[in-house]
């Protein structure tokens, strides 16, 4: 008797998602942590975050055509909110748990979660804009680090490295072989190689119906197991790299706000990612 696939399809089990979940309990005998079916994202759902995903990276193509020395964080929220809007989309950080814009920009010593207002951007200064879109119910997430004028040669390294970082997670990437740890531990391994540390309360996530989802993405070796990758997986790799120490705290000016506690520079990129029977494609940057 034919039975609808458990992924949403509406194919049958047999001819969807059957010799999958066999592979999956072999996997699982020999020891590994699999994903649950949550995880797992059918075709139209992929095709709905990648639809989330052309604005979002229309709107961080936009912004970095527009950013500029002398404007205000507050400019750059009020270009994601005109963009996003006027191209079918909504930003999904807006009211979240409270969060009161539309974007999150941290500039130079900040962590992540920069909220926008009327900080003006000065020369030297670099800033991550962390922007994720939704489209009818589906959303994708990224961030991308901006250098204004003259910018220190140290700065300009830590940027360059960050964004190296990330790539290096995306080698770890390897379906039915790595893990989510082999992420984290790509990740550590460069950046300390290369003299800086990495942020360990903040991680990547799956995304999808929302923003976020299972799995928990390291940047760092983790203790505790982790789950095999597979295709069909829909996540976020976002490493914060910091200049000096890797511990931070929470700005007294705001509830969101984390800086760096030796108040040096720090640096994020971030990509969407879709696991393939490959590797990985990149949805959203």
Not at 18 to 42: C, S, T, V
Not at 231 to 245: A, D, L, S, Y
Not at 276 to 284: A, L, N, Y
Request: proline share 3%.
């Amino acid at each position: 008797m034919k039975r609808k696939c458990w992924c949403g399809s509406q194919l049958d089990y047999h001819d969807c998602h059957e010799a999958f979940d066999k592979k999956l309990k072999q996997y699982k005998k020999h020891g590994y942590l699999i994903p649950n079916h949550k995880m797992i994202k059918n075709e139209k759902q992929i095709e709905a975050i990648k639809r989330a995903a052309v604005v979002n990276n229309g709107l961080l193509d936009y912004i970095e055509e527009h950013i500029q020395i002398g404007m205000t964080t507050q400019d750059i929220d009020d270009m994601a909110v005109a963009y996003t809007s006027s191209h079918g989309g909504y930003s999904a950080d807006l009211n979240y748990e409270g969060y009161p814009k539309s974007i999150c920009t941290s500039v130079n010593d900040e962590v992540c979660h920069g909220i926008p207002g009327d900080y003006v951007l000065q020369d030297g200064d670099i800033i991550n804009v962390d922007a994720t879109t939704g489209v009818n119910g589906y959303y994708a997430d990224a961030s991308r680090m901006f250098m204004l004028g003259n910018v220190s040669e140290e700065a300009q390294r830590l940027v360059k490295v960050t964004k190296e970082c990330l790539e290096e997670g995306m080698k770890a990437v390897k379906p039915w072989e790595s893990t989510i740890a082999d992420i984290g531990t790509a990740i550590e391994k460069y950046a300390h190689a290369n003299g800086y540390s990495v942020v360990e309360e903040f991680c990547g996530h799956g995304i999808g119906k929302a923003m976020h989802e299972d799995p928990y993405v390291y940047h760092y070796t983790p203790k505790e197991k982790t789950v095999l990758i597979v295709p069909g997986m829909v996540f976020t790799i976002e490493p914060m790299i910091n200049q000096g120490t890797r511990h931070i705290h929470l700005g007294t000016d705001n509830d969101w706000t984390v800086y760096t506690d030796d108040g040096k520079l720090s640096a994020q990129w971030e990509h969407t990612l879709l696991v393939t029977e490959d590797g990985v494609e990149i949805i959203s940057k």
